[in-house]
């Protein structure tokens, strides 16, 4: 097969060599061995079609949905869920750092859809929506970047790689790190998980 092949080949050395009557011979004979029905046919499996537009947008995010409320509506809605939840968690760290000894210094804001801690002795958390990826990304100066999706098992964010919610995340490195209590209370917070999930 692969001779037959290169006798095909115009582009070949051999069949560049051969006299323009030979070369016409040879695909003669190639295509009668090619017509020839008993030949099998070499052909390509045919493709699947391309997923629609539609597709390729929804299908990363059906997974990421929670199952339909009672009313038979979707229970979740990204950027309401996602800007509560990042309220949720600024007031958390204001009511945290208030309290605490040696955090005068500390600095909490929120704008636009970013929560940024400036904490002394620790470094600066940036927490963020991500609309576009429907995630919560996280920006630690303990265990560094990490990204958080909906989880509608347990109504809480979830990085995928570790299995981590983002609230049990914040109680450990800030709670249990920075502050050295137990039950910081970020769990509490809204889809943390907690007592503070969706009513």
Request: with cysteine; charged share 20%.
């Given at each position: 097969?692969?001779?037959l092949?290169?006798?095909?080949?115009p582009?070949?050395?051999?069949?560049?060599?051969?006299?323009?009557?030979?070369?016409l011979?040879?695909r003669?004979?190639?295509?009668?061995?090619?017509a020839?029905?008993?030949?099998?046919a070499i052909?390509?499996?045919?493709?699947?079609?391309?997923p629609?537009?539609?597709?390729?947008?929804?299908?990363?995010?059906?997974?990421?949905?929670?199952?339909?409320t009672?009313?038979?509506g979707?229970?979740?809605?990204?950027?309401?869920?996602?800007e509560?939840?990042l309220?949720?968690?600024?007031?958390?760290?204001e009511?945290?750092?208030?309290?605490?000894?040696?955090m005068?210094?500390?600095?909490?804001?929120?704008?636009?859809g970013v929560?940024?801690?400036?904490?002394?002795?620790?470094?600066?958390?940036?927490?963020?929506?991500?609309?576009?990826?429907?995630?919560i990304?996280?920006?630690?100066?303990?265990s560094?970047?990490?990204?958080?999706?909906?989880?509608?098992?347990?109504?809480?964010?979830?990085?995928?790689?570790?299995?981590?919610n983002?609230?049990?995340?914040?109680?450990?490195?800030?709670?249990?790190?920075?502050l050295?209590?137990?039950?910081?209370?970020?769990?509490?917070?809204?889809?943390?998980?907690?007592?503070?999930?969706?009513?």
């Open positions: 097969m692969a001779l092949l290169r006798l095909i080949s582009a070949s050395a051999a069949s560049a060599r051969r006299p323009l009557s030979v070369r011979q040879v003669e004979i190639s295509a009668r061995i090619l020839d029905r008993s030949f099998p052909a390509p499996a045919p493709a699947a079609p391309p629609s537009l539609l597709q390729v947008l929804v299908s990363p995010l059906s997974s990421s949905l929670p199952p339909p009672e009313g038979g979707a229970s979740f809605d990204f950027e309401r869920d996602s509560e939840t309220e949720s968690l600024c007031e958390r760290l009511d945290l750092l208030q309290d605490a000894s040696g005068e210094e500390a600095d909490v804001s929120l704008a636009s929560l940024t801690a400036q904490l002394p002795g620790l470094g600066t958390y940036v927490i963020n929506k991500q609309s576009p990826n429907r995630q990304w996280l920006s630690s100066p303990v560094g970047p990490a990204r958080f999706d909906f989880d509608r098992g347990t109504c809480s964010w979830v990085y995928a790689r570790t299995g981590e983002l609230h049990v995340l914040l109680d450990r490195e800030i709670g249990q790190g920075l050295k209590t137990e039950g910081a209370g970020f769990t509490e917070c809204y889809l943390g998980g907690g007592e503070g999930e969706k009513e």
